[in-house]
């Protein structure tokens, strides 16, 4: 793990291939870490001759941490954003859209392709509209558009992802199982829920850094992102958005209304896949992201 300070915050990062080869920059989901790009998929995308680069968001991991920051008052949150004031919060998804941009330059990087998931295809998104020339392609998976009138996630999916887990230092076995009862509810049906592989990363990412207030804080972020259709209308790379049809947390309407507002965007709907990736679909997506890539002209 390497460190780089980029925009008054130090940014956790991994990089994967040959340095000299095009970039694919790698953004994690709302509150977890770099890790979920796991090293098999990192070296798959990087044997296609990509160097790849992931890295721990603002707030998450090895990166840092806004825990001085007060308890985000959620109903004060919500009445600001409905009499159109500004809430107060530390970051919005523009700042963290700006930390890719920074690593990138940090790391005297031009252009790279966005990849994003959740979250981080949010970021990817914005990074892709407000920065067209650092971006040379746009993967946007199991994300959405910010569309208002789209499908909300269950009650009881949004009730577990906010519910507080046992502190893992206390109550190991309790932090875990909340953990892994959230993973099995917004997995798909289409693969095998593998337990094992689950907690051995949910153990991981606790080693690495266990800030439980970071959830809430990216949850503002993206609460006050509003609708970004309008400037993905304004994305001009090729772009690709890919979305698990039995996605509970992102219906799969999300998808479909991401990838109509990006002019010429492939949409990739994934029978059987949730608001996951397993390893059984490492490849099909890493040949989506390559595909993607290599329609940009300007692929050397």
């Not at 609708?227 to 772009?239: F, M, Q, T």
């Amino acid at each position: 793990m390497n460190i780089l300070k980029v925009n008054g915050v130090e940014l956790a990062y991994d990089s994967f291939g040959n340095e000299n080869d095009e970039a694919i920059v790698l953004i994690a989901g709302l509150g977890t870490q770099m890790i979920r790009w796991t090293v098999p998929f990192c070296r798959m995308l990087a044997a296609r001759g990509f160097r790849v680069i992931r890295f721990d968001n603002r707030d998450v991991g090895g990166s840092t941490h806004f825990s001085h920051y007060r308890t985000l008052d959620f109903d004060a949150l919500a009445t600001a954003l409905l009499s159109g004031q500004r809430p107060d919060i530390p970051y919005t998804l523009d700042d963290m859209a700006g930390d890719a941009i920074g690593l990138l330059d940090a790391l005297s990087i031009d252009r790279a392709h966005f990849v994003g998931r959740s979250m981080g295809g949010m970021i990817a998104q914005i990074a892709a509209s407000e920065y067209p020339e650092r971006a040379l392609s746009l993967t946007s998976i199991m994300s959405s558009s910010g569309n208002p009138a789209l499908p909300q996630a269950s009650s009881d999916v949004m009730a577990m992802m906010t519910k507080r887990a046992p502190n893992p230092f206390d109550d190991e076995a309790g932090f875990v199982a909340h953990s892994l009862s959230f993973a099995k509810r917004i997995a798909g049906t289409g693969y095998t829920f593998e337990e094992d592989a689950y907690r051995t990363l949910i153990l991981k990412e606790v080693q690495r850094a266990y800030d439980p207030g970071s959830i809430g804080r990216q949850i503002a972020a993206i609460a006050v992102s509003g609708d970004r259709r309008p400037r993905l209308a304004a994305i001009k790379v090729p772009a690709l958005v890919i979305h698990g049809m039995d996605d509970p947390l992102f219906v799969s309407a999300c998808g479909e209304d991401t990838a109509a507002a990006i002019p010429g965007a492939e949409l990739m709907l994934v029978e059987g896949m949730g608001h996951d990736l397993p390893h059984q679909l490492y490849s099909a997506t890493a040949d989506g992201i390559e595909r993607t890539a290599r329609r940009n002209s300007g692929r050397r």
